[in-house]
């Protein structure tokens, strides 16, 4: 083969090499622990993920209010879902929305001043829990002051994220979203309300908090 050949034969060995770094230095291509987490916990992108708990929240606020036997357990079912859902949003959502965004700094400021007020009624509503006095008045207190925070959410927030973050970086997201819900604290607590207090609560009062719902779980029986 001569000189030419071999270059030739060269350039077309190494350029897949080439473009699969330039790929990755792109954002097109996850990196393969990343990739990994994608497939182990699902291709599903965080926009996608938290909507769909938004709509899931909603339901859980009416059925925490039907009377009866299962208001205890529907009660539970929602405190932890909002737990969850709003420490993967204070951990990773909003810190890629303030780097990510024009004007992300004052749109992440906004959702957190927010996600504090709805804490607020959140903890008051915790500590009445289904049978104390009032229950039913904080209930829609908070429901209203948490289906506003979402719908601003999704419709300044979601959408913007969708036009400036990758699809490979948005299904990254959700991995980290869906990682951070399995150990993240399932009640609502005052000052765990920014993306460094979550990163601290979740090791300390996640355990905790889980451990205290499996007491109440065996006592319940």
Known sequence: MGKLGRTAAVTTATKPLWTAKAAVKAGKTAPAWSAKAVRVLGGEDAVDVLTRQHRQIKIGFL?????????????????????????????????????????????????????????????????????????????????????GHAAREEREEFAALRKAVSATRLRMLGAEVKLTQAYAPTRPHRWVNNEATNKLAAPLLGPLDRARDAVRHRMAR
Not at 63 to 90: K, Q, S, T, Y
Not at 113 to 121: G, V
Not at 132 to 147: D, H, I, K, P, S
């Open 63 to 147: 059925r925490a209010a039907l009377p009866g036997p299962p208001r205890r357990r529907n009660f539970d079912r929602l405190m932890r879902l909002l737990a969850v859902h709003e420490a993967a949003e204070e951990a990773h959502v909003h810190p890629v929305a303030r780097r990510a965004l024009e004007h992300g700094r004052e749109l992440a400021a906004r959702r957190r001043h927010e996600e504090k007020e709805a804490k607020e009624l959140l903890v008051a509503l915790w500590r009445t829990g289904p049978e104390g006095r009032g229950y039913l008045r904080l209930l829609n207190q908070a429901r209203r002051a948490v289906a």
